[in-house]
């Protein structure tokens, strides 16, 4: 199935019920790995891991607080020292378990940049946790717990995802199919 939206075609790569499987798992996963502590604090990067973030942490039994954190980057792309922070996090994070929920993980700078600050805060662990992994694109090691789906390098918007932000609000995630010709991003 495809959808034309605005004039983008978007091709499912990822459909609702597939996702709503593997956040169940996920979910299971977690509740399992923090099952006896004192419960954790997620951490949702805004604003792509918006709806998973949200599905996710509905999920859990153990004791759960909730928190985000905003980034950006400057220009198009991510590198190193370039991840600026919009938002930043209300709670004291020393000596808690931390969980970081972010929607897709490109270079890798974004996540490592905040899992860097987390530590340096003095939180007692810090996961992470990622709907979508492009592991081609990975320019720095990030050490991803739980991860959804590896996918390719294509660009894709949906469940939470923008294209110029546009799109977040579509139940699948889907690939961009840009016009051959036309000047897009
Ligand atoms: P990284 O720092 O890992 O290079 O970039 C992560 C961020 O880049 C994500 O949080 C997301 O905002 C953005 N990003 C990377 N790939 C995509 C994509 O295919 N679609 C969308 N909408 N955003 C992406």
């Known amino acids: 199935m495809s959808h034309v939206k605005d004039s983008h075609k978007i091709r499912t790569l990822i459909d609702a019920a597939t996702l709503d499987k593997r956040v169940t798992e996920l979910a299971a996963q977690i509740d399992r790995d923090y099952a006896g502590g004192d419960g954790l604090v997620a951490v949702g990067v805004l604003k792509g891991a918006i709806y998973f973030f949200t599905?996710?942490?509905?999920?859990?039994?153990?004791?759960?607080?909730?928190?985000?954190?905003?980034?950006?980057?400057?220009?198009?792309?991510?590198?190193?020292?370039?991840?600026?922070?919009?938002?930043?996090?209300?709670?004291?994070?020393?000596?808690?378990?931390?969980?970081?929920?972010?929607?897709?993980?490109?270079?890798?700078?974004?996540?490592?940049?905040?899992?860097?600050?987390?530590?340096?805060?003095?939180?007692?662990?810090?996961?992470?946790?990622?709907?979508?992994?492009?592991?081609?694109?990975?320019?720095?090691?990030v050490p991803i717990d739980y991860s959804g789906f590896r996918i390719g390098r294509?660009?894709?918007?949906?469940?939470?995802?923008?294209?110029?932000?546009?799109?977040?609000?579509?139940?699948d995630i889907g690939v961009v199919e840009f016009d051959e010709g036309r000047q897009e991003a």
């Open 55 to 141: 599905d996710l942490t509905r999920r859990l039994t153990v004791p759960v607080t909730v928190d985000f954190f905003q980034t950006s980057s400057y220009g198009s792309g991510t590198s190193a020292g370039e991840v600026r922070i919009k938002r930043d996090i209300d709670m004291s994070i020393r000596g808690r378990d931390v969980l970081l929920v972010e929607d897709i993980v490109d270079t890798g700078w974004t996540l490592r940049t905040i899992l860097d600050l987390f530590r340096f805060r003095g939180a007692r662990t810090v996961r992470l946790c990622a709907l979508l992994d492009k592991h081609e694109a990975r320019e720095v090691d």
């Open 154 to 171: 294509d660009f894709v918007v949906g469940y939470g995802l923008d294209y110029d932000e546009r799109y977040r609000n579509l139940p």
